[in-house]
């Protein structure tokens, strides 16, 4: 890690289902790409397939939405995200915290992950106050229900869940 | 802070009291000196004057024990922590979080200097689980009770911390 | 909201699954009912397809219990309760907490809607000390085991819980 | 308490310290005020002595900012909360929470305050997104630093903060 | 209960799913075997049918791995914990606390069962630091994941869990 | 420990200031003193001399009102309270809870604990409903507000209380 900082150069991942992405994601990944060089967000490819977007469709709004960061690329990835990060080379896990039980989980998971891989730090972010109460399945309830969800997610994320799930209970 | 990243120097402030240092602190800073090109560690000259070592004391106590740590700075400071931040052009003020309370605390601190300094960003770091329960505070009480804390400090302030309070209730 | 009040009739809604109806519902119910000029009990018709009781059933229980309570009314509703609170005419949203775990539910869901629907009051009632550890979901457990339950539900319903799950692991 | 609601006129006591009013008070005030037909609000004379400002400055700064609120009006009381509920002819009492530590405080309050009388309901309500991290302690911390507090109190009292406290730590 | 212990022979119930024990359960069963004089460890025969290990092979593993302790002894059991507490003679029911939301659900339930049965006295242990990230479910995604879990369950019990789930994800 | 149980004779630790002792305490005592053979309830000495009784007094209303629990005995102890356990022999130390905060600050506590005195078992018992909001202090602010505490505390206790803090401010 030392000779990665060395030569100024330090790789964070950001590991979520981004199912699909939002303004919080995007406000988070705003503000860790000012800090670290480079930038993975890793789009978890789930296996509960209860997912509404397949991960090709994630991978691409994602890209889409962060097309204009430098130093951003977003990647799908499979199986411990201590491992993934190892294959990426990141020295930096970043987590979101919305509230108190996301404290609670993260907590719980930040000591296995050191256990397995005690070199990744993990820096955990607060989520902006304006994004405290948005999550994914919070506004694909509010689509469901046939409300307007634009000023959460980019364009592109509302057109498509609305396609999907639009009036769909 | 895109021009500080652009010359590859990120730099962090990690303020706290270190009245006096622990090792639960040290291993923060040692987890934080590897990610960052730069680590002041921001001793606060508090007001309340309850503290048990004086500013110097302590500047020099946490300088004796991070005096290997290339990168790593250890300075006094007065005012606001986002203030100082600007002053020492930080653009990352790291936290140490042992408890739920600490988050709850520290959640709304980073609201509140979100809104003082918008591009100082706020990393939040576990504290390790060998230092969870390891506070100063707690060792001082250690101490008073005639216990022995030199697995929790570097030896020179587990002598301080005997000289100034040993078995004094 | 200031000529609702103007001619002394704040209407206020509580909406929730009923699935079946609660004492602690009821403390919560004569509660608020105290207070507001109307209540409107509002039996959410999920869409998730788990609920032990029919809508119809529902709110036919909650009806009869609560049959007494001048001022008090109850319906069906599909959708957010914002939006059900718009159609009503309610200008506050009660919501009864019984632990941590749902204080910080309702805090982000009261964040959502005051965005949503920023006119619309919340106000959060905490469960009385006897009726903390009663949930719908831990009676159906216990009359699953066999366990008596007359005394935590009006006993229509703790004759129709019995009929629906007793003794049906 | 019926009686009170048949004629129209549920009255809602806030009680706080006032030390002095911020604009997260007056939010919760202007909320509040739009749901009962009368408000009180109960400076408490607290008896700690570290009040910044005295019981008469913390009653006219409240009046001054709330003086266009009708149906609002302002005393300073000593004792209990909920015996003062008792003598305005109160039948609510207002809490406004801002954090999880704010809930678990308040929690016990109501506990021992339904015990201590019984007809008065406790009706909590969140503090807006923005104001959420915003406390009077925290404002005194930042005037003592030199910051400015303009958008966190109403003006008259921003004045008098900087006069007493301005610069002095 | 007084009769129980006059004869010097308090009986405790450790209830739980144990699909399958881990080390951090059996931390919990040899610090609670030293204390009482007999331990009961209920294992759950669950009716959610979820389990990754019949109650069978949950029995057998359990009691492979606590064989050496003498008045330590482990049974199925079907129904609520606090009628099997009865029907064991058990006066104590010893539950372990890993988190708050651990804290959170056995508080309530804590307050259920001491109204089912009064006599029954909980006591909740809190897991070591080592083993506070360490739960089945953790287990059962790291072996799905590849991962080599030796270090936290019983040998025996990590051939099985990767002959079971290994590589299935 | 092994042989203290072989004998059949667990001791156990119970700490706490006891200024004065209230129900909520002899409920915790009455409980825990059915399960151990012995138990000591040990009034810490405290050296913030902001007791408002006296070490002498705090033990005497405590002995007063356990006088008749066979078993239970009450002394005055200064230092560490896993100290104190070591002394009397205890290989139990029983905590009781009663919120949120309460846990984790004993949780803190109990990991400090393991590590002073590795041997001696912390067991958390939850407070009852019905004194879950009555603490110490809390009852001394009722009293100062000319309230009468009768249901909460042996009678001796009321009447010291009155005498001492009635009416004072």
Do not use: W
């Given at each position: ?50 997912e ?11 890209r ?22 190892r ?51 919070r ?28 009036g769909?209970?």
């Open positions: 890690m030392v000779s990665e900082r060395s030569n100024g150069n330090v790789v964070a991942l950001l590991p979520a289902s981004f199912d699909p992405v939002t303004n919080g994601h995007l406000d988070l990944v705003e503000r860790a790409h000012r800090v670290f060089d480079e930038l993975v967000l890793g789009v978890a490819i789930n296996v509960s397939k209860n509404t977007f397949s991960t090709e469709e994630r991978v691409d709004l994602l889409s939405a962060t097309k204009d960061l430098k130093g951003v690329r977003v990647c799908a990835f499979s199986g411990l995200a201590v491992d993934y990060a294959e990426v080379g990141a020295s930096v896990l970043v987590r979101g915290l919305r509230a108190m039980s996301d404290f609670e989980y993260e907590f719980e998971m930040a000591g296995m992950n050191k256990h397995l891989h005690p070199e990744l730090e993990t820096f955990f972010m607060m989520a902006s106050q304006e994004h405290m109460y948005v999550s994914s399945s506004l694909k309830e509010l689509v469901r229900f046939g409300r307007n969800i634009d000023e959460f997610v980019p364009s592109e994320v509302a057109k498509m869940l609305v396609e999907r799930l639009g769909k209970l």
